[in-house]
Nanobody
Framework: QVQLVESGGGLVQAGDSLRLSCAAS????????MGWFRQAPGKEREFVAA??????????ADSVKGRFTTSRDNAKNTVTVYLEMNSLKPEDTAVYYC?????????????????WGQGTQVTVSS
């Protein structure tokens, strides 16, 4: 059974930091590209970051570059992917999702990922 479970969201103030986690199991996620996306109310789901299966390659949206960092821990049965978010802004408020796909390409469209978590809410107050 495929499971992606995000955690670590919460309510913070502008300038604060948060670290999101995504525990993925049920597939060989240690070889999958993992992506982070976010969706604010009334807006389309947007790309945030992606990381290759080995963790050696990453790619970020311009809006988060220099503030967010993604990494991963490829354990035997469960892969954990992280999104370290620093210098948070009110415009970062959204539900954050992790997603996975068996590919080597750092994909940026949510339509290209078949596996998704349930999301975790991040709210940044000004």
């Amino acid at each position: 059974q495929v499971q992606l479970v995000e955690s670590g969201g919460g309510l913070v103030q502008a300038g604060d930091s948060l670290r999101l986690s995504c525990a993925a199991s049920g597939r060989a996620f240690n070889t999958y590209v993992m992506g982070w996306f976010r969706q604010a109310p009334g807006k389309e789901r947007e790309f945030v970051a992606a990381i290759s299966g080995s963790g050696g390659r990453t790619y970020y949206a311009d809006s988060v570059k220099g503030r967010f960092t993604t990494s991963r821990d490829n354990a035997k049965n469960t892969v954990t992917v992280y999104l370290e978010m620093n210098s948070l802004k009110p415009e970062d408020t959204a539900v954050y999702y992790c997603a996975g796909r068996n590919t080597e390409q750092l994909l940026t469209s949510f339509r290209q990922y078949p596996y998704w978590g349930q999301g975790t809410q991040v709210t940044v107050s000004s």
